[in-house]
């Protein structure tokens, strides 16, 4: 069974991202600061994270992604990362994955629905649906 | 409610070629183009705007087009689709029944997210007029300025503030080189010389981690340890399609995150076509996908989506990719594949490289050395990248080479290339650049 990391402080978002991708066969751990998020990239050994970019602590959950791949050298780890960055600021610019400015896999606004997430998931672990 | 036969929404580059061409094709219906901003200016020539012409007004889309050819405009934000009824919600409470529907809805610049990109003083490059004017504004009083990627924006709105000779600006650029995702690094290093040479500070190879300062930018912190003094910001590292209206509407996206379209242009409702930046693209070299931007590739979209709207006519063959620019009076292009790219993606390359004077003798007026590189396909010696240097006649030889690239003609074709030459315009036919970069390569071959 793969394993995802939630990394997230919205307990809410947890508690339904958990309900979703238990009931599509994945384990899930929780993390909830960016701090724990990295401990348990290395403890638990997740298959792919979903990481947030945590808007109460600015803007963290950047520094997250890029402390995967080049500190913990985990380049090959899939990473989606949630935001709600574009929304709540309105600003004329985006954030995008980018192999050395935003070393992530796949970019979501939130809110995001269930199951487009889920086959996200499947496909950055080539599981057929 | 309104009614309209066609609806383009978006007024850039994609926008006014698919309304143009709509109506070439289909004069009897009735066409609206609905856009935001009042004023739209001309992509390419934002850079220009900071020096050569002056100001963001200087630099605008005229409607004059879109009037001559019959097409409605509606200055309003489309905030809702609704592909069932076909109709369209604007935010001043428009509601507009359409039957084909164009999406030209553009991209956004990519903002780098590193601590202090938010602050009062950075800018990105955004298409707009209001936003450059505040620029330009704010670099009236900016001595000290950094930008944040060598691509053809960084240097040309670099190169373009530089020549006002009021400002000091450095190119900070992750790559080894400035416009290294365009060009061979041969190729790079003579532009990086000349950008040099006129006065702006290039630092190649270095990565921007934070933006210091309290509400405006005062450094620029890099990887190394070290910290630039800047009064002001600008960021040019890529743009991101604008695709928020079409995944709201279900409409399906492609695997570069822009909106899935096929040849014709049709979206995943055959009703909704897309075009320009935020459409999908693939490689005309093996159909990979594209991330390639440019108001070139979206007006040829354009043709293709305004003519297809009432049945297929025109077919996308793929992206090759024909870039130009202008460093003083010295111009680079490239089209189609570059020696490394094509390397990198499995092609086996032959190469060959002719320099010369553009005019014959070389004692006439307004001559210049020209240098072309060409890279042809080893096995099928099909021709699938060239780049030129030379004065400004490059800009007009390089989408020779890109009809040349489009047709597959072979290293034998364009040995036997028949061109027109002038003294007074062109190099000599004995040593036609073009053509002798071909018998270069041939020769490697031997």
């Known amino acids: ?81 949630l935001t709600a960055v574009h929304e709540v600021k309105k600003v004329p610019y985006r954030f995008a994955p980018h192999e050395q400015w935003l070393p992530v896999d796949y970019f979501f606004d939130k809110p995001i629905e269930p199951q487009v997430l889920v086959s996200k998931i499947r496909e950055l672990l080539n599981i057929s649906s | 409610m309104k009614v309209s036969d066609v609806v383009i929404i978006g007024g850039s580059a994609a926008g006014l070629t698919a309304a143009i061409t709509a109506r070439r094709q289909y004069p009897d219906k009735r066409i609206l183009l609905i856009r935001k901003e009042k004023l739209v200016p001309i992509p390419c020539g934002i850079p220009y705007i900071f020096g050569t012409v002056g100001s963001p007004e200087k630099n605008l889309i005229p409607d004059t087009p879109l009037q001559k050819h019959n097409v409605d405009i509606l200055l309003d934000e489309v905030t809702e689709i609704s592909r069932e009824k076909k109709t369209l919600i604007t935010r001043s409470g428009n509601g507009i029944e359409y039957k084909k529907l164009i999406l030209a809805t553009g991209s956004l610049p990519m903002m780098p997210p590193i601590p202090g990109f938010d602050k009062e003083n950075v800018f990105p490059v955004y298409k707009d007029v209001e936003h450059l004017t505040h620029m330009q504004g704010m670099m009236k009083g900016s001595s000290r300025i950094v930008v944040i990627g060598g691509g053809f924006i960084g240097v040309e709105v670099s190169d373009e503030i530089n020549k006002l000779g009021t400002h000091h600006v450095t190119i900070c650029e992750l790559l080894p080189h400035c416009l290294q995702l365009a060009f061979d690094q041969e190729f790079c290093s003579e532009a990086e010389t000349l950008v040099q040479e006129r006065g702006v500070t290039i630092l190649a190879d270095r990565k921007v981690v934070a933006i210091e300062g309290n509400h405006r930018a005062e450094g620029v912190k890099l990887a190394d340890g070290t910290t630039l003094d800047t009064d002001m910001v600008i960021v040019g590292i890529g743009t991101v399609p604008n695709v928020e209206l079409a995944k709201d509407a279900g409409l399906r996206l492609g695997p570069t995150g822009s909106i899935w379209v096929d040849r014709t242009m049709r979206t995943s409702d055959e009703h909704v076509f897309a075009c320009g930046d935020c459409a999908e693209k693939f490689s005309f070299f093996g159909g990979k996908p594209s991330k390639l931007k440019l108001a070139s590739i979206a007006c040829s979209e354009a043709r293709i989506a305004g003519a297809n709207l009432f049945g297929i006519h025109r077919e996308s063959v793929g992206t090759i990719g024909v870039f130009s620019t202008a460093i003083g009076d010295r111009a680079f292009a490239v089209a189609g594949l570059t020696g490394e790219l094509a390397t990198r993606q499995g092609y086996e390359v032959i190469t060959g490289v002719a320099e010369g004077v553009n005019r014959h003798p070389g004692s006439m007026p307004g001559v210049s050395n020209q240098k072309v590189k060409l890279i042809f396909e080893k096995r099928t010696r099909v021709l699938i990248g060239t780049q030129m240097m030379g004065d400004r006649a490059v800009g007009e030889l390089i989408n020779v080479a890109s009809a040349c690239i489009q047709h597959k003609m072979t290293i034998d074709d364009i040995a036997c290339f028949q061109m027109g030459t002038h003294p007074a315009l062109t190099a000599s036919p004995v040593v036609y650049q073009f053509v002798n970069a071909a018998e270069a390569a041939l020769l490697s071959m031997a």
């Open chain 1, 1 to 81: 069974m793969n394993k995802i990391l939630v990394i997230d402080d919205d307990k809410d978002f947890q508690t339904s991202t958990r309900i979703v991708l238990e009931k599509n066969d994945f384990e899930v751990a929780s993390a909830y600061d960016s701090d724990e998020g990295i401990r348990k990239v290395q403890s638990e050994k997740p298959d792919l994270i979903i990481l947030d970019v945590i808007m109460s602590k600015g803007y963290e959950g950047f520094d997250v992604a890029r402390q995967i791949r080049e500190e913990l050298k985990m380049r090959e780890l899939p990473i989606i990362l």
